[in-house]
C-alpha cells in the first residue's frame, strides 16, 4: 500500500509501521512497507504518537493585518514614487 508522493499518512500506516519496526531488520524496509518514506518513519519512531494525535500546523492568519487601514495610502505612495522614478529616468513604470 505505497502512496505515490505527499500525501498524508495514516493512523493504519504508522501502527503497521510500529509492528514491522519490531520484525522486519531494517528499519527502511519496514517504512517500504507501511507506505512511508524512512525520514517520515522516523519521525513517527521518535514521537511515537499516531497522525491524528500529532498537533496541526496553523494554516492562515494567527493576528490581524496591522497594514489593513492604510494599505491604500502606502499603495498609492508606491505608484506615485515608481511614476516620479519614470519621469526621471525618461523610462516606462512597470508597475503600472
Not at 50 to 70: C, K, N, Q, Y
Not at 82 to 96: F, V
Request: net charge positive.
Amino acid at each position: 500500500m505505497l502512496l505515490s508522493g505527499g500525501g498524508f499518512v495514516t493512523d493504519r500506516q504508522v501502527r503497521r509501521l510500529f509492528a514491522l519496526v519490531n520484525t522486519e531488520g531494517i528499519r527502511e524496509i519496514a517504512a517500504a512497507r507501511a507506505g512511508m518514506d524512512a525520514k517520515t518513519s522516523r519521525k513517527y519512531r521518535r514521537q511515537v504518537r499516531l497522525p491524528s494525535e500529532m498537533p496541526v500546523a496553523v494554516h492562515g492568519r494567527t493576528r490581524s493585518d496591522p497594514f489593513i487601514e492604510i494599505w491604500n495610502d502606502v499603495q498609492k505612495l508606491f505608484e506615485d514614487n515608481a511614476l516620479s522614478h519614470s519621469i526621471r529616468t525618461n523610462q516606462r513604470p512597470k508597475c503600472l
